[in-house]
């Protein structure tokens, strides 16, 4: 069964930055969403950026500007570059492919593969 693994657990300072990223395990998925979703303590689950497999992007708005997130189809890899962060972006951050998809979906219902999450931590 294919897997997504997320790594780069983090504790860093508001205003610092940190790189998480994610490996399918198996080559198995084809034209996918890559997204990131995080959870904070408390809270629900939210959707934090995406690529599609032509190389669109979407971000929430509350992490336009201060994260990029990028892939390697040849490495089913995923990189989430994370600047400027702040104390509420601490939250478990997971990583999720929708397969067969051409256009980024923004809940995470439509995604079938989520990593096991990672904890970042943002101290102020």
């Known amino acids: 069964q294919a897997r997504l693994v997320e790594s780069g657990v983090g504790l860093v300072q508001a205003g610092g930055s940190l790189g998480l990223p994610c490996v399918a395990s198996?080559?198995?998925?084809?034209?996918?969403?890559l997204a990131w979703f995080r959870q904070a303590p408390g809270k629900e689950r939210e959707f934090v950026a995406a690529i599609s497999g032509s190389g669109n992007t979407a971000y929430a708005d509350s992490v336009e500007d201060r994260f990029e997130i990028s892939r390697h189809n040849l490495k089913h890899t995923a990189w989430l570059q994370m600047d400027s962060l702040k104390p509420e972006d601490t939250a478990v951050y997971y990583c999720?492919?929708?397969?067969?998809?051409?256009?980024?979906?923004?809940?995470?219902?439509?995604?079938?593969?989520w990593g096991q999450g990672t904890q970042v931590t943002v101290s102020s």
């Open positions: 198996e080559q198995t998925f084809t034209r996918y969403v």
């Open positions: 999720a492919v929708e397969n067969f998809a051409a256009r980024i979906s923004y809940s995470g219902e439509k995604y079938d593969y």
